[in-house]
């Protein structure tokens, strides 16, 4: 399988006025095309730092981070811009990459079309739902056709029951547009629900303590019906132990 | 019209009575005050040489013809318009440099933060010097009032503009600029129309200080004339056409808003 994202001894440290802060040490791995891979750790343990590094809004301070293609990324909130369509919220990525044309604005409207979002295009954000507005989140940085989809804490704003379908809905869309994707939360059962493999950090400075693959015994489910399975119970107890949580 | 219940329709009735009751007072109040001043004047309790009189205010406006009224608040209107334009345009454009440099606006703070205390109608003097007697000094004073509000109230929207909005522009690999023009610029419609309802209230102040000082024509000059040659209806009736003037212009602004927003935020 190609690899598309490697991280070499990755070191960053953040100069604040008070300090040094060790944000992440000595962080190697791997992701090979197709994956989804799961981050979790503690807070404040450098997930989305990571993320940063990955999308290069971020040089690391030492070590390198080699990424084949382009990355895309999604945040917490879905940062629809209020004063456009969803249609212009969606073209706004390739707008700033100089990439509205025919083509790119075709597929944008295909993806609007095969998402459920086509009869809302004329709509303003602060009319859809907030799956919906996730869902157009997702087609706006899906639009710009990365290789490798950066999701950060990209349902934490949604209540739980909508953070549930979310989930799956999105999961379904990464597979079938067959996204290599990193997703960073700090919701354990999330994190083992959403992924084929886990890399769990240590608290500040973030190294990497875990790196398994995970394997349940039906192959093709949703991250909801993941949840049901033996094998999630058995990943939730050891990385809850090894999260050592304390109050 | 849809169906309503006898609630709704009962609640409707009284929102609309308290709205015309709102209006017949403000009607009143003002009816009042005119009819008490024209009044008292004609009874000899207060001299209408020295407080006018709403009829002879009447009269000066009716005989716009002879008195060149018209010129007058064409003036003023075209130095406010002028100075408010030039303001908005030059105020935006150092903000946005003072947003786009962080070094330049650490640099600038102080100088910003004195000229913004600093009372402007004291380079009044130095203004008629440097450009000249006329109506270039009037709106360089109207400027020298509004711009330094503008570029900081300007730049303390565009700051504040929602850090996880311009995050996710810059993931799509947006420029700075990119970000300005995408982002920033238009998450601060707002700011900018609150702005603009503020300035248009301070240009003219700057304008009538600016005729005070020096011109020969606009509604500020009238006033100052009017005073001096102890003419009280021409001083009233420069004031009365004044605050209507003042009026005007904000509900324009406030319309021009309204349109924006429509057409920015559908409905």
Known sequence: MREILRFCDVSLTY????????ALRDINFEVY????VSIIGPSGCGKTTLLSLIAGLEPPTNGEVIISGTPGYMLQKDNLLDWRTIRGNVLLGLEICGKKTPEGIRYVENLLKTYGLWEFRD???SQLSGGMRQRAALIRTLAVKPELLLLDEAFSALDYQTRLVVADDVFNILR???KTSVIVTHDIAEGISMADRLIMLSKRPGKVQTNIPLKFEAANTTPLKRREDPAFREYFKMIWEGLDVHV | MSMCSPNRL??????????????FCQFMILFLFIGLWEGLARVGVIDAFLMSQPSRVWRTVANFANNNLLNHIGV????????FAIGVVLGILIAFILWYSNFLAKVSEPFLVVLNALPKIALGPIIIIWVGAGMQAVIVMALAISLVVTVMEMLNGFRNTDAELIKMARTFGASRLQTFIKI??????????????????????????GEFLVSRAGLGYLIVYGGQVFQMDL?????????????????????????VMRAVKGN
């Not at chain 2, 240009?203 to 009538?208: K, R």
């Not at chain 2, 509900?251 to 349109?259: A, G, S």
Request: proline fraction near 2%; charged fraction near 20%.
């Open chain 1, 15 to 22: 100069q604040a006025e008070n300090g040094e802060v060790d």
């Open chain 1, 33 to 36: 095309e197709g994956e989804l």
């Open chain 1, 123 to 125: 709509n303003h954000p």
């Open chain 1, 176 to 178: 079938r547009e067959k």
């Open chain 2, 10 to 23: 009962a609640y409707l009735k009284k929102r609309r009575r308290r709205t015309r009751m709102v209006r």
């Open chain 2, 76 to 83: 003023t209107l075209f130095e406010t318009v002028a100075g």
């Open chain 2, 184 to 209: 920033t610029f238009p998450s601060n419609l707002h700011t900018l129309f609150n702005c603009l309802k503020i300035n248009i209230g301070l240009t003219l102040v700057g304008v009538i200080a």
């Open chain 2, 235 to 259: 001083v009233m009736t420069s004031v009365i056409i004044l605050a209507v003037v003042a009026a005007l212009l904000y509900r324009m602004v406030v319309f021009l808003e309204w349109v």
